[in-house]
């Protein structure tokens, strides 16, 4: 069975920093292109970034509002996907969901961690 | 990137009724590889999304058949044959044609 789980999420000031882990199994994690979308409060969905497999490249990818300030990475190793996340803002509240893509899809979800920033 | 509007936001439905969501691109989701992808996720109270159909109308594993998915180039459709107490929640259309992915607004689909 595939599991996704989320953690590292929590309270944080604006401007300071925050890392998610993402902990796979089930699957073939070094295989797997993974991605990072959230979802503010009663708000939709927002995808953050994605990072494709190492044999297939290892291309990162993020959306506008996260370019350079949040960094994707992954453990092959440990089967963990990381999303380092500094100069946080207010509008970075949401909770943060890995998603697993397969055949063009997010096939599979883990439960969501939520990060809260506000002093 | 390509935005992806859904109409609906919000359909009060009876139970045992059928509903429908509209979802429309601003540009065609055909791919040059002839598919095309645009696939239909659903979100339940307090839970992660999950998928539900895919290239417009093949349903994921496990979801039941009341559920379908229609349309072609930037027009597209969700319908839930007769809706069912746990097809609460919140209903997204995804493109993933063209990178990045984008998602719909969502609708709200509750029982009146």
């Known amino acids: 069975e595939v599991q996704l789980v989320e953690s590292g999420g929590g309270l944080v000031k604006p401007g300071g920093s925050l890392r998610l882990s993402c902990a796979a199994s089930?699957?073939?994690?070094?295989?797997?292109?993974m991605s990072w979308v959230r979802q503010a409060p009663g708000k939709g969905l927002e995808w953050v970034g994605r990072i494709q497999s190492k044999i297939d490249g290892g291309t990162i990818d993020y959306a506008a509002p996260v370019k350079g300030r949040f960094t994707i990475s992954r453990d092959d190793s440990e089967n963990t996907l990381y999303l380092q996340m500094n100069s946080l803002r207010s509008e970075d509240t949401a909770v943060y969901y890995c998603?697993?893509?397969?055949?063009?899809?997010?096939?599979?979800w883990g439960q969501g961690t939520l990060v809260t920033v506000s002093s | 990137e390509i935005v992806m509007t859904q109409t609906p936001l919000s359909s009060p439905v009876t139970l045992g009724q059928p509903a429908s969501i509209s979802c429309r691109s601003s540009q065609s989701l055909v791919h040059s590889d002839g598919n095309t992808y645009l696939n239909w996720l659903h979100q339940r109270p307090g839970q992660p999304p999950r998928l539900l159909i895919y290239k417009i109308s093949n349903r994921f594993s496990g979801v039941p058949d009341r559920f379908s998915g229609s349309g072609a180039g930037t027009d597209f459709t969700l319908k839930i044959s007769r809706v069912e107490a746990e097809d609460v929640g919140i209903y997204y259309c995804?493109?993933?044609?063209?990178?990045?992915?984008?998602f719909g607004q969502g609708t709200k689909v509750e029982i009146k």
């Open positions: 089930g699957f073939t994690f070094s295989n797997a292109w």
């Open positions: 998603a697993r893509e397969n055949d063009w899809n997010y096939v599979n």
């Open positions: 995804i493109q993933a044609t063209q990178f990045p992915w984008t």
